[in-house]
């Protein structure tokens, strides 16, 4: 069914043919465009906040999301743990965008039709744009470890999952049941998982078992200080770490290794790495190695340059991006510069991405790992610094009575 209010436009917009256009003067003509954006995450948030800027001059602007709230991912382990309250970790994107005259739309988008620029939804209803940002992250490829996926299985994006986690083992908790967690992976976010869940089992004096299956070793990118600090951590603490194993399979509450081990466990987190959603090959869109859409220096899709995107589901040209949010809060505002000149016209900013970026691991226990380049410590000022970072990163987004909803309902 096609929304009556995104009926495609009879007038002709003037994109040009090649990316490399993007410098002219006016990419598109100047009034009364509809520009969407596709996801509400971290590289959206200096549009969303600004986009009355759009509205002003007469563009329709909407917003397609799952869910009315983003989860931000660098609080979500303290979210687990109970460090943080879930209203502390979220934006509510759908307020943002409908208190700055957007509509917003709770959705998928599952193709785009570059071509006709038509965004086809979960829910069967169609989308025009003249210019569309994507912003929709990555997701972890549960097909790797499991063919049925079951209850009680975390895969660690989307992040609001670690708030279902916490959920459900606080109850078995009350249950007073056996507990046995597995965290699946080995990299950044399996160690905070794992320091996080012991976070949880301390402040609910519940009882339970944590172990970490590594992959060939922990924190395999990692200097060997920063391994050793998050190992002691953890091992010093009860953690059972399994390293030079991988799970072949998870199901019916066992898992088993590749070297023919098998593990009971009734809560499992998969944290086997990240990957952009398969959204941009399905639609014939150039795509980077990893399946992201394939962007030049302003954010801009190779081929198609009314389409723009930021975060994780980018491959940017030239580069080898690690998944971080860093390049995701990096990129926001350059998205939103160069989203109003596709549509007003003028110079298109470039983004450069920074080689090395910050680091710092909530371990669960009000201490943090941190790690930049060669400096690498261990201790509550690490966790201070970055309490301080993320709390100071969710003020200036949270304007949309986040603080005031204070419900632990998911939707
Ligand atoms: C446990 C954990 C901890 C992490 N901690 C850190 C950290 O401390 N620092 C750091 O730099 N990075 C961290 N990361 C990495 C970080 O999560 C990602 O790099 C970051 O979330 C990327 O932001 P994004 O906006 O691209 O994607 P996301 O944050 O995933 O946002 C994407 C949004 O798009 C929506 N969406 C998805 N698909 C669609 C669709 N088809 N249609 C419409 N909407 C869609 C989603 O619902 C979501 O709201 C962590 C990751 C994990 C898993």
């Known amino acids: 069914m096609e929304l009556p209010s995104f009926r495609r436009h009879t007038e002709k917009t003037t994109v040009p043919l090649h990316a490399s256009a993007s410098n002219t003067k006016e990419v598109m003509s100047r009034v009364g465009k509809c520009l969407v954006f596709v996801g509400g995450g971290h590289a959206h948030l200096t549009s969303l906040k600004n986009l009355d800027r759009f509205l002003k001059i007469g563009h329709r602007v909407t917003l397609i999301s799952p869910s009315s709230y983003h989860y931000y991912s660098g609080m979500g382990p303290g979210m687990l743990s109970g460090i943080y309250q879930p209203w502390e970790v979220r934006f ?6 409908e208190d700055r005259g957007a509509t917003f739309i709770q959705g998928k988008v599952i193709k785009v039709d570059p071509r006709e620029h038509q965004l086809f939804l979960d829910s069967g209803q169609t989308v025009s744009y003249d210019v569309v940002s994507f912003n929709t992250g990555s997701e972890v490829p549960m097909a790797k470890v499991t063919k049925a996926p079951e209850a009680n299985l975390f895969p660690v994006k989307p992040v609001v999952n670690l708030l279902k986690a916490r959920q459900a083992v606080l109850k078995a908790i009350q249950n007073r049941q056996k507990i046995w967690l ?23 004096g519940g009882k339970g078992e944590i172990t970490l299956i590594g992959g060939k070793r922990l924190l395999g990118d990692a200097p060997e200080k920063v391994r050793h600090l998050a190992r002691e951590s953890l091992q010093q603490r009860g953690v059972k770490i399994i390293e030079g194993s ?60 009314n389409i723009f995107g930021g ?8 580069h080898q991006l690690a998944k971080v949010g860093v390049y995701a809060l990096r990129e926001s505002p350059i998205l939103y510069h ?74």
């Open 338 to 411: 160069n989203l109003r000149v596709a549509l007003e016209g003028g110079t298109m900013k470039v983004f450069s991405p920074q080689k090395h970026f910050l680091l710092i691991f909530n371990m669960g226990n009000r201490k943090g790992i941190f790690w930049k380049k060669n400096w690498i410590w261990e201790g509550r000022l690490a966790f201070l610094l970055k309490n301080y970072i993320d709390r100071k990163f969710m003020k200036t987004f949270q304007v949309s009575g986040e603080l005031q909803d204070q419900s632990e309902a998911i939707e």
């Open 311 to 318: 975060g994780d589901c980018i491959s940017l040209e030239g």
């Open 92 to 97: 509510n994107v759908k307020k943002l965008a």
């Open 246 to 305: 991988y799970v072949k399979t998870l199901e019916k509450g066992e898992i088993l290794l590749n070297d023919g081990r098998r593990l009971q466990m009734n809560f499992a987190f998969i944290a086997i790495g990240i990957q952009p959603a398969s959204l941009f090959q399905d639609s014939g869109i150039p795509t980077g190695a990893d399946g992201g859409l394939l962007v030049n220096s302003y954010l801009q899709s190779v081929r198609y340059p």
């Open 182 to 204: 597995t965290i699946i992976g080995g990299g950044p976010a399996g160690i905070e998982i794992s320091a996080n869940l012991l976070g949880l089992l301390d402040k609910s």
